[in-house]
C-alpha cells in the first residue's frame, strides 16, 4: 500500500477513477476542492499510499462540503494508527508482540485485530496478516523494489518454518500476547477495506444515502447514481489502459480486487509482487487478479487477497468458506474463473483483445 512510483499509480487511479459512473460528465481530475457534477460532489484524499476519491450524491453541497472535511481527518487518523513500519499505533503493538509477554495492546488496532483473527481461520490461513516479516523481508515496504532483487532462499525458509499466524495472538480483555516471537502484523491485506466500511457508516450518518469511496480501484458504494445503478470498470490485469469487465452495483456493495501489478519487480524475467503465499514465503503465483464483490468492504479485500493466494485450483473452496459468492479471477494464463453469480453481474466488452486470448470459465463457489 506505499507505492514505489507515485506517477504510475496515479495514472491507474485516473483511469479508475473515469471507470466509476460518477464522472459521467466527462473525463474527471482529482479536485482539491468538492465540485458540482450535477448533484455528484467529489473530492480526493491521499491516503493509505493511495488517492481515495469519495463522490457524494443527493445531497446539498454543505453536507458534502462537511462529509469530506470528516473523512479526511479520518483517512489521516487511520493511516498514521494502523501503519506497520513507521512510528504507529499498530507498530507499537508489534514491538511488544515480539516480547511474546502479555501487554495492552492499542484499543484503535484491537478491532482490526479481532477481525483478522476470523478472517485468517476462514480463510485456511492464506489471508495471513502476521507474516509482517515476510513482507518486509520481500522489500515491499520501501520505494524502491523495482530495482530490487528476492531475498535469500534461507531467509524465506527460517520465516516460513516459523509459521506466524494470527492464532498465534492471545487476546484477554485489554492485553494481548503472542506464542510466536515471528509473528509481525501488517494489516495491508485489508485494513484499506476496513477503514471504507468504517468511513461509509460516517457519511451515513451524516444523512447521506447515495455515495462511492474508491481507494485507487477498490471500492464501495451505496445507495444508486440517480436513477441508476453505479457503473464500475475492472482493470485489466495485464492492459494498464484496458477495462476487462464492467459491473453495475448498487445499495451496499464493495467491488476489491488484488492484482499482480499493483506493486511489483522484475528480477531475471520474472516477476516478484506485493501477494505472498504464507506457505512457501514467495509471492502467489497462480493468479494475475481476483476481484471479489461483497456488502463488507473488510470482507472483500481480505478475500480478495485470500482467493488470489489460492489460485485457480483452490478459489471455490476458500471462497466458500469465506462466505463469498462473487468472484472473477484471472490465472496466470489469463483464464478467467468465476461464480455463476458474478458471471450474471458481469459484462466484458466484447472487443478488448483479452476476449481473444481469455477463455471463460463460470463456476459456482457453493
Ligand atoms: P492492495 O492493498 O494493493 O489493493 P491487497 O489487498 O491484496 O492489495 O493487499 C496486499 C498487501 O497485503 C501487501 O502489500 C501486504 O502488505 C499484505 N499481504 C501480502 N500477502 C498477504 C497475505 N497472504 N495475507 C495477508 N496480507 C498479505
Ligand atoms: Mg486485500
Redesign the pocket.
Known amino acids: ?1 506505499y507505492p514505489r512510483n507515485q506517477l504510475i499509480k496515479f495514472f491507474i487511479i485516473c483511469l479508475m477513477l473515469s471507470l466509476v459512473s460518477a464522472c459521467d460528465s466527462g473525463a474527471p481530475t482529482p479536485a482539491d476542492k468538492p465540485e458540482s457534477d450535477d448533484r455528484t460532489f467529489k473530492h480526493s484524499i491521499f491516503s493509505f499510499g493511495t488517492l481515495i476519491e469519495i463522490s457524494i450524491y443527493g445531497v446539498d453541497l454543505q453536507t458534502a462540503e462537511r462529509a469530506f472535511e470528516q473523512l479526511e481527518m479520518d483517512f489521516r487518523y487511520m493511516h498514521v494508527t494502523w501503519h506497520p513500519w513507521q512510528r504507529s499505533a499498530l507498530s507499537r503493538d508489534n514491538k511488544l508482540i515480539a516480547t511474546t509477554e502479555w501487554f495492552s495492546d492499542a484499543p484503535s488496532v484491537r478491532p482490526l485485530i479481532e477481525i483478522a483473527k476470523e478472517l485468517a481461520v476462514k480463510s485456511d490461513h ?4 502476521a ?1 509482517g516479516k515476510l ?1 518486509y523481508l520481500w522489500g ?1 515496504k520501501n520505494a524502491e523494489h523495482e530495482t530490487g532483487i528476492p531475498p535469500a532462499a534461507t531467509d524465506i525458509e527460517k520465516l516460513v518454518v516459523l509459521n506466524p499466524r494470527m492464532d498465534d495472538l492471545e487476546l484477554r480483555e485489554i492485553q494481548m500476547r503472542s506464542n510466536n516471537p515471528a509473528v509481525l502484523i ?1 494489516l ?3 485494513a ?1 477495506g476496513y477503514g471504507i466500511n468504517r468511513s461509509m457508516e460516517t457519511l451515513k450518518t451524516m444523512g447521506i444515502n447515495h455515495a462511492v469511496i474508491n481507494a485507487g480501484g ?1 471500492l464501495k458504494v451505496i445507495g444508486r447514481h440517480g436513477n441508476r445503478p453505479w457503473r464500475i470498470g475492472i482493470r485489466h490485469p495485464r492492459i494498464a489502459d484496458q477495462v476487462l469487465a464492467y459491473v453495475e452495483v448498487e445499495g451496499e456493495e464493495s467491488v476489491f480486487t ?1 492484482g499482480d501489478y ?2 511489483y519487480f522484475i528480477y531475471q524475467d520474472k516477476r516478484y509482487h ?5 506457505r512457501t514465503g514467495y509471492p502467489a503465483n497462480g493468479s494475475q487478479s481476483v476481484t471479489v464483490i461483497h456488502a463488507d468492504a473488510a470482507l472483500a ?1 481480505a478475500a ?2 485470500a482467493l ?2 489460492a489460485g485457480p485450483s483452490d478459489w471455490q473452496r476458500v471462497a466458500q468458506s469465506m462466505g463469498i459468492e462473487d468472484v472473477l479471477l484471472v490465472d496466470a494464463n489469463g483464464e478467467l474463473h468465476m461464480t455463476e453469480s458474478m458471471r450474471k453481474k458481469i459484462q466484458l466488452p466484447g472487443n478488448q483483445p483479452s476476449a481473444k486470448n481469455s477463455s471463460i470459465k463460470s463456476t459456482q463457489a457453493d
Open positions: 500500500m492464506l489471508f495471513n496478516p507474516i513482507i515491499f501488517d495491508g491485506g485489508f484499506k477498490d488484488s499493483e506493486r506485493h501477494i505472498i503465499d504464507p479485500d480478495a487477497t488470489f493466494v
